[in-house]
Nanobody, 125 residues
Framework: QVQLVESGGGLVQAGDSLRLSCAAS????????MGWFRQPPGKEREFVAG????????LYADVVKGRFTVSRDNAENTVYLQMNSLKLEDTAVYYC??????????????????WGKGTLVTVSS
């Protein structure tokens, strides 16, 4: 079975940083585009960041570009999301996603094979 397990969420103050991790199992990790989506309270799930199979290409939503960095370690089957300068509007459940496609832009548009269960990030003032 395929599992994506997120960790690293929690409660932080505006301006602080967090690093989320997503550990993948049950798949050939380097065959998958990986990414992060989030769902703020009362809103639809939205794309945050994505990274191609070997990490050459990254893609970010405009609202996080310059603050968030996505990376991956294929030897450890893990993808990360470093979140800096967190804002109140970053509060959301963050989901890890995997997609076996050539272009990470397809993942950003919602082409996802597997989802994690999510980890909650709460940013307070």
């Amino acid at each position: 079975q395929v599992q994506l397990v997120e960790s690293g969420g929690g409660l932080v103050q505006a301006g602080d940083s967090l690093r989320l991790s997503c550990a993948a199992s049950g798949l050939t990790f380097n065959m998958y585009q990986m990414g992060w989506f989030r769902q703020p309270p009362g809103k639809e799930r939205e794309f945050v960041a994505g990274i191609s199979r070997i990490g050459v290409t990254t893609l970010y939503a405009d609202v996080v570009k310059g603050r968030f960095t996505v990376s991956r370690d294929n030897a450890e089957n893990t993808v990360y999301l470093q979140m800096n300068s967190l804002k109140l509007e970053d509060t959301a459940v963050y989901y890890c996603a995997a997609d076996r496609r050539l272009n990470v832009a397809q993942l950003a548009k919602g082409s996802v094979d597997y989802w994690g269960k999510g980890t909650l990030v709460t940013v307070s003032s």
